[in-house]
């Protein structure tokens, strides 16, 4: 009978954490080597809020283009089905520390830019590009930003 497979983020106690943060869900080693580096990038405490979907997609875009350029291997972040956050990948090891001050930096980017500045918002860029919300994303980064990004799930370590 095959192994169960177990799905970390289905093993964290969604009640114990305290959003906003970054965690390191896991450092993979790869056949070759090659070390990735994922982390659960928490904006909003789950089961209690949730962000809506265009602004969600917005940031997505907006984290892609922020976050590539300070992070070394930066690989993607991808949104949670949830809508509470991201799970961010990058080649490497990479710490929590690390890691939350680069969203921490990449929010304070998202609350200066403007709608010229947003990436892949064209039909031929984007499989949905009408579900944008800009405004919301920003006052998204805002509410984020006056919380504090912690590099700690169940304690708040502010970076």
Request: glycine share 6%; hydrophobic share 35%; with cysteine.
């Amino acid at each position: 009978m095959p192994k169960e497979t177990v799905i970390e983020s289905f093993t964290l106690d969604h009640d114990k954490v305290i959003a906003p943060y970054v965690r390191t869900i896991d450092q993979s080693v790869g056949p070759k080597g090659d070390v990735i580096s994922n982390f659960d990038v928490r904006l909003t405490q789950p089961n209690e809020e949730f962000i809506d979907t265009d602004a969600m997609h917005t940031l997505e875009h907006l984290f892609a283009k922020y976050l590539r350029p300070q992070l070394e291997g930066y690989i993607d972040c991808s949104p949670y089905g949830c809508r509470t956050g991201f799970h961010l990948f990058v080649w490497g090891e990479l710490s929590a520390t690390e890691a939350a001050q680069a969203v921490k930096h990449a929010l304070e980017q998202i609350v200066d830019t403007t709608i010229d500045q947003v990436p892949g918002l064209a039909r031929k860029e984007c499989g949905n590009y009408r579900d944008h919300n800009l405004e919301k994303a920003i006052a998204w980064a805002k509410r984020v930003l006056g919380q504090g990004v912690s590099d700690n799930a169940f304690e708040r370590h502010l970076v």
